[in-house]
């Protein structure tokens, strides 16, 4: 009798060891499957936000061209020295002449003036006019730069700025620089492409 007990528990104990054993390996199962999937969805969204900043950039680029092109106001550059009213200074929709050819963006107590870390950053609008932000250290605030319109302040996910710098010959060439910035589960990311617009 007293075998027999003992072989019951043993073998009661082996059943449980085993439920136990099958719990763990269905846990882990769970959970590795549980972590794939969460992170076969960050990834795609990371490649989502990625597609579409790239995007927001080259149409930021397309807007600054059709902006070079029709000779587009330049706005809250009226007191840089030459004052800057357009891109070729022949606007009468501006308040005044001054075209961003004469101003050298690149030099001391300027716009991207590396000694001082510093870019010459502008809000874009679909009609390819700039408007000035000023000299910031990058990366400036982004709610200063956020440029999407007609969606809350709080769910807006990028901000789109353009940084214009001087070619070597600034007078008849400026490089183009449009930035996307996002934030995400993993931090700030950015999207940047840059050009070069001739004088026309």
Not at 30 to 54: D, E, P
Not at 103 to 115: E, K, L, P, V
Not at 179 to 199: A, C, M, P, Q, Y
Request: hydrophobic letters at 35%.
């Amino acid at each position: 009798m007293r075998n027999r007990s003992e072989f019951a528990y043993r073998q009661a104990g082996q059943s449980l060891l085993e439920v136990v054993i099958a719990l763990a390996v269905i846990v882990i199962i769970v959970g590795a499957l549980t972590f794939a999937t969460i992170s076969s969805i960050r990834n795609s969204q990371v490649a989502k936000n990625h597609a579409q900043a790239t995007k927001l950039a080259q149409e930021g680029i397309e807007w600054v061209r059709t902006g070079r092109d029709r000779n587009q106001c330049i706005t809250g550059m009226e007191n840089t020295s030459p004052a800057v009213y357009s891109w070729s200074g022949s606007n009468t929709d501006c308040v005044t002449i001054g075209d961003i050819w004469s101003y050298q963006i690149t030099g001391s107590g300027r716009c991207n003036d590396t000694a001082l870390n510093k870019q010459c950053y502008f809000n874009i609008s679909p009609n390819g006019q700039l408007k000035y932000l000023g000299g910031f250290t990058y990366p400036p605030s982004q709610t200063v730069l956020d440029t999407t319109e007609g969606i809350p302040s709080t769910k807006r996910v990028f901000s789109r700025m353009v940084l214009l710098s001087d070619e070597s010959t600034f007078s008849s060439k400026k490089t183009v620089t449009v930035i996307v910035l996002w934030n995400d589960f993993s931090g700030t990311h950015e999207s940047r492409l840059t050009t070069i617009l001739r004088k026309l």
